[in-house]
């Protein structure tokens, strides 16, 4: 049986069903620095923030959410407008099947319309692979198109750990004289 797959924009109504998602990356591995799992009213907060200008999409299989994507401000400068920061998560159980990338495709879309040029992903690092941190984001994102342009030595401290972090940025449009402006994703018909 196939299962049934589809990628939306989330709402705020779909705060509690992502952070079953997030809770487990803040509790059991370094993926992510934070250390406090937020609350549902704090990531629906930042599920709206997000959607002011960038997309925040979510993967539903069969009726579940089963992960998520969006873009964030790369730097809070002008002249940055024309990169943003990705990020992805997926149910533990739901990885290495295609729908990272399905959801990175979408989102990379998205931003495409809305003249976005540079995407780059901040991604903690392994110098030594543990329980709490494995390099496979690194994998996928190289497997996504993305190179790697910096290593930051032993920048994160967690579960006793110091772990490093890396950027990887992947171009997806052209550099000109003149760009066109950067359009928000409430701006789109999306």
């Known amino acids: 049986m196939e ?61 579940r959410i089963v992960g998520y994507a969006y873009a964030s401000e790369f730097k809070g400068r002008a002249a940055y407008d024309w990169a943003a920061e990705t990020t992805v998560y997926l149910r533990r159980d739901c990885r290495g099947r295609g729908l990272g990338r399905m959801m990175y495709l979408s989102l990379e879309e998205m931003l495409k319309k809305q003249n976005i040029l540079n995407l780059n992903a901040c991604i903690a690092y392994a110098s030594v692979e543990d329980e709490h941190l494995n390099n496979s984001s690194a994998v996928f994102h190289e497997h996504m198109g993305y190179r790697k342009v910096g290593h ?7 579960f ?26 409430t701006q789109l018909n999306i």
């Open 160 to 185: 006793g750990t110091w772990y490093d972090v890396i950027w990887m940025e992947k171009m997806i449009g052209e550099h000109t004289a003149a760009p066109r402006a950067v359009i928000p994703i």
């Open 3 to 63: 299962a049934n797959i589809a990628i939306r924009m989330a709402t705020k109504t779909d705060a509690k069903d992502i952070l079953e998602i997030y809770a487990p990356y803040v509790t059991d591995t370094a993926i992510t620095f934070e250390y406090d799992v937020p609350s549902a009213q704090e990531f629906a907060e930042r599920i709206e923030r997000t959607l002011t200008k960038y997309p925040f999409l979510i993967t539903i299989e069969d009726n």
């Open 152 to 158: 930051f030595t032993k920048c994160g401290y967690k």
